[in-house]
């Protein structure tokens, strides 16, 4: 059963940072592409950035040259490192392997910018 655990979440003040995680669980996470996708209110969720498994990352316009994302196989984990954050990028944000592998979505984790 695939598992997947967002965390790392807060209140930051603008042009701050933050490291997201996502423990994973119940497939092969290093054979896979992974992604961070975020939710603004009742939006779609977006996908706004994603890692193969061997490493390559490949980002959304709107995060590019500010988000990280990076992965450790060994641990199951999926990072994002988000620096120069802006009000806009307030949102849920969930991980997910790319093509999903399940319908549900874990519980995210909130990021909010605010001062």
């Known amino acids: 059963q695939v598992q997947l655990v967002e965390s790392g979440g807060g209140l930051v003040q603008p042009g701050g940072t933050l490291t997201l995680s996502c423990a994973a669980s119940g497939f092969a996470f290093s054979t896979h592409t992974m992604g961070w996708y975020r939710q603004i209110g009742r939006d779609p969720r977006d996908l706004i950035a994603s890692i193969t498994g061997a490493g390559t990352p490949n980002y959304a316009r709107s995060v590019k040259g500010r988000f990280t994302i990076s992965r450790d196989n060994a641990k199951n984990t999926l990072y994002l490192q988000m620096n120069r954050l802006e009000p806009a990028d307030t949102a849920v944000y969930y991980c997910?392997?790319?093509?999903?592998?399940?319908?549900?979505w874990g519980q995210g984790t909130q990021v909010t910018v605010s001062s």
């Open positions: 997910k392997p790319i093509p999903p592998l399940t319908h549900n």
